[in-house]
């Protein structure tokens, strides 16, 4: 039997940064800002002010975006655990990352330095949005279909099936004119709502296959190490335990589907009964919470939220 009571964290992707995020992190915790400062260093340029002040459509952009969630979420890490109680909260058994939530988990578990990790970031966003430019691309979510409906559809209209994030909630991918005839379908099958997603390109999908392989030169000149907590693998929803399983990973996670229901499913299922979600926004908790009630869950993303779970 599983152990019970056991922690995750989790950390948001990409359409969860807000201009503003980390200020507050920033002004109130020399450890997060550090972060700020280590990014800034690494990138050369002044990411914290992006973050901090905007503007939003710049802030927005893959290549900005992509480094800038991974700091948030590092710094909010950092803070944490500055002032956590070691033995009670802060203790995970798994970590789990949402698409680009990924890379995060790569330095908490020490798999690649934060510098690394952020340049790697970076070259993730840069390569992505060069492939929407290549091939134009977009997503929705198809909300209130199950997955079957939702793959006959792909097949029918050639899109892809790029994220499965909870019952009910399923994203699709693919080319600008191919995805008008999915939503077209979608809305006809009895979808709830089709919502198109702000990003620069059919990301999850085989149109991103120019990034991945971007992305493999990048990889292979680096140094992976084996990762001190299990992270759970887009892709396949398994614990992921060398250095070569998370290189295959970050290059298939580009062009294959977030399994993120089936991810939170497999922790669960591990013993876990409390999520943690770091970084910006509270949109994983919101999908936990629908693939299974009964779990705990609570964000960091502000200094009182930290201050607030830290107490308990």
């Keep these: 039997m599983p152990e019970p009571n056991k922690t995750a964290y989790v950390f948001p992707g990409q359409g969860s940064q807000k201009v503003g995020m980390g200020r507050d992190l920033f002004d109130n915790f020399e450890s997060a800002k550090k972060v700020f400062q280590e990014a800034d260093q690494t ?26 969630l991974v700091v948030m979420s590092f710094a909010c890490y950092k803070a944490a655990i500055s002032i956590a109680n070691q033995n009670k909260v802060f203790k995970p058994s798994f970590l789990g990352g949402h698409s680009l939530g990924e890379y995060t988990a790569l330095a908490i578990s020490g798999v690649l330095d934060f510098p690394t990790t952020v340049y790697l970031s970076r070259e993730r966003g840069r390569l992505m949005f060069e492939s929407g430019l290549k091939t134009p691309g977009s997503m929705a979510a198809i909300l209130g279909l199950d997955e079957t409906v939702v ?9 892809w099936l790029a994220n499965i994030n909870c019952p009910g909630q399923l994203v699709i991918s693919g ?3 191919n995805m008008d005839r999915a939503i077209t379908l979608a809305k006809s099958k009895g979808a709830a709502r089709v919502l198109p997603l702000q990003v620069s390109g059919a990301f999850h999908s085989p149109l991103m296959q120019p990034a991945a392989d971007g992305l493999s030169a990048i990889i292979n000149k680096l140094s992976f190490q084996k990762p001190d907590i299990p992270i759970i693998a887009n892709t396949s929803a398994r614990p992921l335990s060398t250095a070569e399983e998370i290189k295959d990973e970050l290059m298939r ?13 497999y922790m669960i299922e591990g013993g876990v009964s409390t999520f943690i979600e770091i970084g910006a926004g509270n949109v994983l908790t919101g999908l936990i919470k629908r693939i299974n009630k009964s779990v705990k869950t609570f964000n960091i993303s502000t200094a009182g939220e930290l201050n607030n779970i830290v107490s308990q």
């Design 43 to 68: 990138l050369g340029f002044a990411l914290s002010k992006l973050c901090f002040e905007g503007p939003e459509e710049e802030l927005r952009q893959t290549i900005n975006a992509q480094p800038a």
């Design 151 to 159: 793959l006959e559809l792909c097949r029918e209209t050639n899109t």
């Design 175 to 177: 080319s600008k004119e």
């Design 253 to 265: 996670q580009l062009c294959n589907t977030v399994q993120w229901q089936r991810s939170v499913e």
